[in-house]
């Protein structure tokens, strides 16, 4: 299977610089992979979609200003980090740039030196372990010094903060937004409580994984980051009762998913559990719990395609996002949505 089966071609003033004003506003793109067909809708139609008893799953991971720019201590160089993993304590996996000016032990400053942080270990691909040092709490050092980890293929300025955060975000860990959630607003989350739909909670914090791109041509031999996650006893109980009803459960976003196969690999069934994930889903993966998704549009020749492609089958996902370039959705993390379900007929 070959990387290049998964490219498409996106005009680039189709890839979404902002957020729209209003989250829910958005286009939603329907596909019944079951057929094929295809259904063009707004966001607020998910409603329609939804009945009493099914459940939505949401990830609830909460991004943190992560990149930061400081000074090398030994030589003044300007050097950005962009925090990826919580290690332990204060023991970071960040991603630095230049990489090749962050050696075994150097120091650098951050904000006059209220943060600091020294290198530990090199890793490849500019991955560096950095011990931090400082006095109070990080995240409140990095509300002060951080900007949001925008992704390199957005270039407007972002005047919002929170625009990147669900409005349900809760665990702080994440270098990205998952990014499918960013378009419920609370009170469409109400309208979906009232009409007795379930909403459930998992935590995956997104990772390097998400900035990095396939730069094998065999599928098979990319090799995926390590992302932690969380799932709860509730969050369990409330899934395997809507499966036991035969309801349905709509999964929001690829973290999401990552977090529900996972467990179901290990297991056989969803279990409270945390650790760490690097499951990789590509056609001819067999789903054990995933059924219907929420998702964005992503990138060409990215694992996420490679994801959906699995769900919907690769010839339904091309002809979708060829219709998607056509109709001139919006793309990536500020773009519009995609519903991949099965037996619709609107």
């Given at each position: 299977m070959k990387t290049d089966d998964f490219d498409y071609e996106l005009p680039e003033e189709l890839i979404a610089q902002t957020p729209l004003e209003k989250r829910d506003s958005s286009r939603m793109l329907v596909l019944d992979k079951q057929?094929?067909?295809?259904?063009?809708?707004?966001?607020?139609?998910?409603?329609?979609?939804?009945?009493?008893?099914?459940?939505?799953?949401?990830?609830?991971?909460?991004?943190?200003?992560?990149?930061?720019?400081?000074?090398?201590e030994e030589t003044g160089a300007v050097i950005e980090l962009l925090l990826l993993k919580n290690i332990n304590d204060n023991t970071w996996e960040c991603l630095a740039k230049p990489a090749k000016r962050v050696k075994l032990g150097s120091v650098i400053s951050f904000g006059d030196g209220i943060l600091k942080a020294q290198c530990i270990e090199e890793k490849e691909e500019g991955i560096r372990v950095l011990n931090l040092m400082y006095e109070g709490i990080l995240y409140e050092i990095l509300d002060k010094l951080g900007t949001m980890p925008l992704p390199p293929y957005i270039h407007e300025k972002l005047e919002d903060q929170s625009r990147y955060q669900t409005v349900y975000a809760?665990?702080?860990?994440?270098?990205?937004?998952?990014?499918?959630?960013?378009?419920?607003?609370?009170?469409?989350?109400?309208?979906?409580?009232?009409?007795?739909?379930?909403?459930?909670?998992?935590?995956?914090?997104?990772?390097?994984?998400?900035?990095?791109?396939?730069?094998?041509?065999?599928?098979?031999?990319?090799?995926?980051?390590?992302?932690?996650?969380?799932?709860?006893?509730?969050?369990?109980?409330?899934?395997?009762?809507?499966?036991?009803?035969?309801?349905?459960?709509?999964?929001?976003?690829?973290?999401?998913?990552?977090?529900?196969?996972?467990?179901?690999?290990?297991?056989?069934?969803?279990?409270?559990?945390?650790?760490?994930?690097?499951?990789?889903?590509?056609?001819?993966?067999?789903?054990?719990?995933?059924?219907?998704?929420?998702?964005?549009?992503h990138l060409p020749k990215s694992t996420l395609v490679m994801l959906v492609s699995a769900l919907a089958g690769k010839e339904n996902i091309m002809k979708a996002y060829k219709e998607a370039v056509d109709n001139k959705y919006r793309f990536f993390s500020f773009g519009d949505s995609m519903f991949i379900t099965n037996n619709v007929d609107k």
């Open positions: 057929n094929g067909n295809i259904f063009h809708k707004t966001f607020t139609d998910i409603l329609d979609y939804l009945n009493s008893g099914d459940t939505l799953v949401l990830n609830d991971t909460k991004v943190i200003p992560a990149r930061i720019i400081g000074i090398k809760k665990n702080i860990g994440s270098a990205a937004a998952p990014t499918a959630g960013l378009h419920f607003t609370k009170e469409l989350l109400d309208k979906i409580k009232e009409k007795g739909i379930n909403i459930a909670y998992v935590t995956l914090h997104v990772g390097l994984g998400t900035f990095r791109p396939v730069n094998v041509s065999d599928v098979t031999k990319h090799k995926m980051h390590t992302e932690y996650y969380e799932i709860s006893k509730d969050t369990c109980d409330i899934i395997n009762q809507t499966k036991e009803k035969n309801k349905k459960i709509v999964v929001v976003g690829t973290t999401s998913v990552r977090v529900l196969e996972t467990v179901m690999n290990k297991f056989g069934h969803l279990r409270e559990c945390s650790g760490f994930t690097d499951i990789f889903i590509y056609p001819g993966y067999q789903f054990k719990i995933v059924d219907n998704l929420i998702t964005n549009f």
